[in-house]
């Protein structure tokens, strides 16, 4: 079984809720540096300060930031992890592997989804956040309203500021230049390690597929 797992894709396209699943199923941690740095924004911390007018507009956080919150999770954790939203650079990609072959404990998968950008639109333009746990919902699908009580671990329910139309956009143009090129990293270096996933099926059928990839692969 994998054990050290990168999942990678554009917004909206399920890493978290991918990564929730697989966490239950197969009892590895899932990490998002998404709602870690959402959790040090709403706690108002130093490093959430600093985050937050980059969040806020779509724009990464500088790459040094966002290795350090890894850093600091593997140094508390260990190198169990499904990481969601990490690494979103090819400079944190490199960092990670350098990274982790100091530990001699490598990747071991790299799934991407893959999603079109107009579902990734409708996902994000209905979609509902829990800013303690991480999890989200499809508004009117889930029938959820903002500021409900998450069903989950019971905290509100937000909108994302991110999620707004423009940020979105920013968010996608961000994806295109700094992110995909991570796929390609990638390809280069580990191409027996990743695999593409229609991130647009339904979750079960996403879920299955990567179960497999994870359980067989
Ligand atoms: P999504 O995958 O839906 O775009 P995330 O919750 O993963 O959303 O991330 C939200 C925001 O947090 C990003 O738009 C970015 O500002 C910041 N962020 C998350 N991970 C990273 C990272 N690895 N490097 C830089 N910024 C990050």
Known sequence: MKQRIVLLGPPASGKGTQADRLAAKFGIPHVSTGVLLRSE???????????????????????????????????????????????????????????????????DLLIVLDLTDEEIRRRTSSRLSCLNCG?????????????????????????????????????????????????????????????RVNAGEGSDAVFTAISTLVFLK
């Open 135 to 195: 999890a989200t919902f499809s508004a009117p699908l889930d029938t959820l309203a903002e500021g409900w009580n998450c069903p989950r671990c019971g905290a509100a329910l937000i909108r994302r500021d991110d999620d707004r139309p423009e940020a979105v956009e920013k968010r996608l143009e961000v994806y295109r230049e700094l992110t995909a090129p991570v796929i390609g990293y990638y390809e280069q270096t580990s191409p027996h390690l990743l695999h």
């Open 41 to 107: 924004c709403a706690r108002g911390t130093i490093l959430g300060q600093a985050a937050d007018s980059w969040t806020r507009q779509g724009l990464l956080v500088p790459d040094e930031l966002a290795i350090r919150i890894i850093t600091t999770w593997m140094s508390e954790h260990g190198t169990r992890f499904i990481f969601d939203g990490f690494p979103r650079s090819v400079a944190q990609a490199e960092h990670l592997d350098l990274a982790l072959s100091g530990l001699a404990a490598p990747l």
